[in-house]
Every structure is written in C-alpha cells, then in structure tokens.
C-alpha cells in the first residue's frame, strides 16, 4: 500500500473527505461564477455542507458545462498557476479541456503511484508504457506514476507493434501499462513473430484500462503472458487514470480521499444506495485548477463499501457495466456518434445517411462509418469520390483522433442490411460494456 | 454548339456488390430502353456505370424510382473511321487545344466507323467541339443515340 489512507478506518477516511469537500465547496462557490450561479438556484450556500450527507444537495455538473466555459472557463486559477492541460475530443468540434497546477499533478502522481503499488512496482520494475502520449491523460498519467514509484520507463506510446515487442524482450520489461485489446493484440504478433512468451518476456503485471474488458479477454491476457491483471480506471475530466484502481483481489477501489464517488439514478438523479446499479458520480476534493462538483461520468456501476482482503476499506466500483449515453469506445478513445454527424455535415453543407460500423480487425476495434453517396454528393468520377473518401477520413483523425474507414454505399443500403434506421451496429462481441 | 452536339449520359453510382449491375439493368429492361454505349469505370469498393441510352429522360427517372443515385452529364461523341490513327487524331485535337480528358470510351458504329464518347471538363465542353469541328472531326448528334 503506497499510502496508508488506503486502509485507514472509515470514519477517520470520511473526516478527511467532508473537511476537503467544505473547502473545494467553498472554493468553486467563490471562483467559478458557474457554480455560484447553480448553487443560489439550488438555494445551497457552502456553509450548508456539514456532513458528507449534504453533497447529494449540490449540484451535478455534465460534459455539457465543460464544454460550454471552453476553454479555460471553469478554471478556478489564472493560467500562469497551470502547469499541464490536457484535452480530449469535442462532440461538435470543440474539445474538453482540463489543467492542472502543481499541486494537482501531485495529486495526480499521488494516485499514480498508489496503482503501481497495487502489484509494488518498484526501483526494480521495467514499465513498458504503450498507452499513447500526447493529449490524452493516459500515457503521461501511468509515466508519472511509474517514474513516482521508482520504476524504469519506457515511453513507447501506441502503435509500431513489432518494435515494442523488440523492446520490451531487449529491456526486459516487468510491467505493461496498454488498452487491454492492444495487449492481446501484441500477444498475438509475438507469436507470428516466433517469440516465445513464457521464456522471451519478464512481464509479471499489466495495467489496463481505457475500454471495457470482458473477463473472457482478462484471462486471455493471464494466460498469454502470464501476468496479474490490474484494471485501472480514471477518466480526464476527474484526473485521467488514477481515480480507481484493481487490487491484486480484483476489487476497483476508488481513491476516494480525493474523488468522492456516488451513484445515482440516472433519470431522476437521486442518489442510490451501495449495491444499486446506478450512474456514477465524482466529485473532486483536492483538484485546484479544475474542481468538479458532482461530474456526471455516464459510466454504469455499483458501489460497495465492505472492507477488502487487500486491506484498503475504500470505496470498491465494481468494473463499469456500460454507459448511459451513446458514446463508444473505440481502441480506448471516447467516440460520440454526433462527432461523426459533426464531420459529416462539413461536406458541402449536406448531412448524409450513415450508420457507424464497429467491429473487430484482429483483437483491435476497427470503426467504419458507411455514408451514403446520393444525387447531392455524387460526382461523376472515381477520383472525386476517392477524394470525398480520403476527405473525410482526415476530417474524422482531425475531431476524433482515431482512424475512421470510410466506405461509400449507395442509398438504402443501409436500411437494406439493418432493416431500420439504425446508427449503430457494434459487431464487436459483446465485451462487457457495449449496448 | 453544346445544344446541338451535347449527349445525355446518366452516370450510375453502383456498390460493387452481387447483383447490383442486374438490378441496373434489368430496370432499364422492364422499361424497354435501349443502351446505346456503355463504360464501367471500377475502383475497388464502388464503381460508376456509365450509360447513353435512347431515351434518357425515361432512364434518369425509372432509375431515379428504383433508388440508384445518378447523375446526368453531357458528353459529347464523334464519328471515326475504324482504323489505325483515328483515336489518336481525336486526341490530338484536344491536346493541341490543352483540353483535358475525363474519361473516353468506344462502341464500333457497324460498318467502317466508329463512335467514341468523350467527357470533358463542363467548362471546356464547348471549346472542345469548336477545336473539333475546325479541325474536320465529323461530331455525332444526339439523334444518332435517341429515338
């Protein structure tokens, strides 16, 4: 256990975490005319939370705020006390933009640091880290961690599969921090690649996270390389990875000394009791930057509050059950469907038929969008449709950051092959979370 | 010289999926209407049919009707003689009149001539005839193709 507020006694654990919800109350309550404005509606001033009892009186915060005070809007610290900002993709062009003062990268270190832990990663450790770098929280989260806790790492980031595995026989690589898929997805090249991975590789542990894993897919990656599977769980708008993590047990416990976590009905909005499959909740009690007050997550879960073998009495999630929005996990990236309307729309002002196609290329998801060539969009020659083609799919890398196949098909296709007017076909075999 | 000489061709967007040139077809055969001259252009998950057929107003709305996207273009055709240099001469006309070539294609007319259809840039359309017209080429009007 890296910190020992990870087993500390409830009441001590709650004690701390009303007495940093009163402060953060304070703070956004003062700082961000946003919050000011929802608690006055609510009729809440900060001095009525005394007890952890009275979060549920606050208001809830959505992705739809985030975006709204784009960029730096609900920031409670002038920029130059930033540090670091991350950014993910928009749902209609504009991202979501998170900072972090020093402190907040602290925090965000802290619970890094607690997750390695979760299998004592140590000086001794080899972190091979293929979670991509760059905006997203997860390559530079797992990084910090794992440099915290003393570890050598290796910065691989995502894809060029053949030249991690090279390093990470060479280098001698004892953890593996990637999407689950991705893990099976080099367990697979390694053996087309005659690698033995009883013998050629020390990997011992693996964190992983940003999509869904079905247990069938868990004990893949156990068998495959003979590791313990960690799930790692987080999501930028809270910190990035580190808002939870498995314990050797298989319990997600959520660090909750910085991240309060409920779970509500997500029609009515009432919060359920431990045990109720529910939406899940964060409010952030320690952040500086960017303190959220009850952030709807969308992520379908149930919470327990029993002690565990581990020792940690933190708050166990059970692994998110699905979403209570459209949004897809493509390869470990967030997707909205309206994103791929939003490109959409971009071609000479026509919104087109489609329907987004998920499916499997390997062990790795593979998202197409089939958009329907009509008499607007048609134009006599192949090249100019190569082009639409080949425009489109740099539109979709440009606002989703992923790589979108494009196939043009011809109109009433697509209620040929699904029968209705249906957006989404997810082939993919049910892995735990999709609808 | 566009009103005179301009063809209607319907051009047809077509998955490359089983059957799909049947059901083209066989539309325009219920109709009873006439293909004239034909192409298939072709890239590897779609492909555009390209047609000049009798009656195109009849054509563009049966398969209008029938769901197919399409488009009407205007193309243009000439009359050669079916021989070696014939093709060449047509395209140097249009080269030395820096006139670009969309795509072109063929039928042989029966007899000793041949008929090739061409499709040019709109813009260029009625450029292209006047430097074929100078140059001798006997272009085709649309009666050749229409009833």
Redesign the interface.
């Known amino acids: 256990m890296w910190n020992q507020i990870e087993g500390a006694p409830r009441e001590e654990l709650e004690k701390l975490q009303l007495r940093r919800l009163q402060d953060t109350v304070q703070r956004v309550y003062h700082l961000v005319p946003f919050y000011k404005k929802k608690f006055d509606e609510l009729g809440v001033k900060p001095e009525d939370v005394r007890s952890l009892d009275d979060l549920k009186r606050l208001p809830l915060t959505t992705k739809q705020d985030l975006r709204d005070h784009y960029p730096f809007g609900l920031f409670t610290v002038p920029l130059d006390q930033v540090v670091r900002i991350h950014s993910s993709s928009g749902t209609t062009g504009k991202p979501t933009v998170v900072g972090y003062t020093r402190h907040d990268m602290d925090v965000w270190i802290e619970v890094m640091a607690r997750t390695m832990s979760m299998v004592d990663v140590g000086e001794k450790d080899v972190v091979h880290n293929a979670y991509g770098y760059g905006l997203f929280t997860g390559g530079l989260g797992f990084h910090y961690g794992a440099e915290r806790v003393g570890a050598a790492v290796v910065p691989s980031s995502g894809g060029f599969t053949k030249r991690q595995l090279l390093l990470m026989k060479d280098f001698g690589a004892t953890i593996l921090c990637s999407t689950p898929s991705f893990a099976l997805h080099m367990a697979e090249v390694a053996k087309e690649e005659g690698y033995d991975l009883a013998t050629d590789f020390k990997i011992r542990a693996g964190f992983f996270g940003a999509e869904p894993a079905s247990e069938g897919l868990r004990q893949a990656l156990r068998d495959a390389w003979g590791l313990i599977y960690i799930e790692a769980y987080g999501l930028s708008e809270i910190i990035g990875p580190g808002v939870a993590a498995g314990c050797p047990y298989g319990n997600l416990h959520v660090f909750e000394d910085h991240f309060i976590p409920e779970v509500i009905d997500t029609e009515t909005g009432e919060v359920l009791p431990d045990g109720t499959e529910g939406e899940l909740v964060f409010t952030t009690v320690t952040k500086q930057a960017l303190p959220i007050i009850r952030y709807r997550t969308k992520d379908i879960t149930v919470l327990h509050r029993e002690p565990c073998k581990c020792g940690r009495t933190l708050t166990v999630m059970e692994s998110v059950k699905g979403r209570a929005d459209d949004m897809l996990i493509v390869n470990g990236v967030n997707v909205f469907p309206s994103q791929v309307e939003h490109v959409l729309t971009k071609i000479e002002g026509v919104t087109p038929n489609y329907v987004i196609v998920l499916d499997k290329k390997g062990v790795l998801d593979k998202l197409e969008v089939w958009v329907e060539v009509d008499d607007r969009t048609f134009a006599d020659g192949i090249g100019a449709l190569e082009q639409l083609k080949a425009r489109l799919q740099q539109e979709m890398l440009n606002d989703l950051y992923i790589n979108v196949r494009i196939k043009l098909v011809e109109p009433k296709t697509l209620e040929r092959s699904m029968g209705k007017a249906k957006r989404i076909i997810d082939k993919r075999e049910a892995e735990g979370m999709q609808k | 010289m566009i009103k005179k000489y301009g063809i209607k061709q319907l ?1 047809i ?3 490359n999926r089983k059957g ?1 040139l049947l059901e083209v077809t066989k539309a325009l055969s219920d109709a009873s209407i006439n293909i004239r001259a034909l192409a298939l ?3 590897a ?2 492909g ?1 049919l ?1 047609l000049v057929v009798n009656n195109p107003e009849k054509a563009k709305s049966v398969l ?1 009707s029938a ?5 009407e ?1 205007d193309v243009f055709a000439v009359d050669v003689p079916d021989e070696p240099g014939s093709f060449y001469s047509v395209v140097k006309v249009l080269s030395d009149a820096d006139i670009n070539i ?2 072109t294609y063929a039928f042989v007319g029966g007899g000793s001539k041949a008929v090739l259809v061409f ?1 040019v840039p709109s813009g260029k359309l009625e450029a292209a005839l006047d430097a074929l017209e100078k140059a001798g080429i006997r272009l085709v009007e649309p009666t050749f193709f229409y009833d």
């Open positions: 051009s967007f077509l998955e799909r252009a072709e890239s998950e779609f555009i390209r209008s769901g197919f996207t399409l488009r273009q969309d795509y499709k």
